[in-house]
């Protein structure tokens, strides 16, 4: 069946970088978009951006522009997003989402990966 | 502050049509599609319309959406017990080149 499998969690200090991965199973990879949305502690969702899994191509929000990469490997039907200088305000659960090809529905979910940033 | 504005909660009794508005802006709801979620205490969030009014396979039909110009809503026909989450709406906003989603809007069921 269709599943997004994620990383486990992970605990880092101010400054680190954090990298999530994210194994697709159960469809054709490529032909969907991945993004990635965070959700910090009693909070509401929020948009990180996107890979084009085919192309590699990417859209990231304004806001993480500076720290965030998101890559793929095709060759393992894997997603990535890195984070880098991490904050207090970073600690979060991270989800990668599949996309309904020509929408931004956003259809299938992985279990998410909570972020601790602490000193 | 997000940019899609929507009622921080929303309340109802069981049987009852509930309705969560969302309210955008020209570059998002006013030109782009929108798609709500329903995310249950402790779980992952889910799809519950694409496309302004589409539902996803298993999505019951008690479920709908509707967009006029730039707002959006939700509605909830014969609420029940287990509708009691939280529901997001999102759309693309062509200036900010990404999705933008509401504050989100905790249902009660009462």
């Known amino acids: 069946q269709v599943q997004l499998v994620q990383s486990g969690a992970e605990v880092k200090k101010p400054g680190a970088s954090v990298k999530v991965s994210c194994k697709a199973t159960?469809?054709?990879?490529?032909?969907?978009?991945m993004h990635w949305v965070r959700q910090a502690p009693g909070q509401g969702l929020e948009w990180m951006g996107r890979?084009?899994?085919?192309?590699?191509?990417?859209n990231y929000a304004q806001k993480f522009q500076a720290r965030v990469t998101m890559t793929r490997d095709t060759s393992i039907t894997t997603a990535y997003m890195e984070l880098i200088r991490l904050r207090s305000d970073d600690t979060a659960v991270y989800y990668c989402?599949?996309?309904?090809?020509?929408?931004?529905?956003?259809?299938?979910w992985g279990q998410g990966t909570t972020v601790t940033v602490s000193s | 502050q997000s940019v899609l504005t929507q009622p921080p909660s929303a309340s109802g009794t069981p049987g009852q049509r509930v309705t969560i508005s969302c309210s955008g802006g020209?570059?998002?709801?006013?030109?782009?599609?929108v798609n709500w979620y329903q995310q249950l205490p402790g779980a992952a969030p889910k799809l519950l319309i694409y496309?302004?009014?589409q539902r996803p396979s298993g999505v019951p039909a008690r479920f709908s959406g509707s967009k006029s110009g730039t707002s959006a809503s939700l509605a909830i026909s014969g609420l029940q017990s287990e509708d009691e989450a939280d529901y997001y709406c999102?759309?693309?906003?062509?200036?900010?080149?990404?999705?933008?989603f509401g504050a989100g809007t905790k249902q009660t069921v009462l």
């Open positions: 989402v599949r996309a309904v090809p020509y929408t931004n529905g956003l259809d299938v």
């Open positions: 159960g469809y054709s990879f490529t032909g969907y978009y």
């Open positions: 890979i084009n899994p085919n192309s590699g191509d990417t």
């Open positions: 020209s570059s998002n709801i006013g030109s782009n599609t």
């Open positions: 496309d302004n009014n």
């Open positions: 999102a759309a693309w906003d062509d200036s900010l080149n990404g999705v933008v």
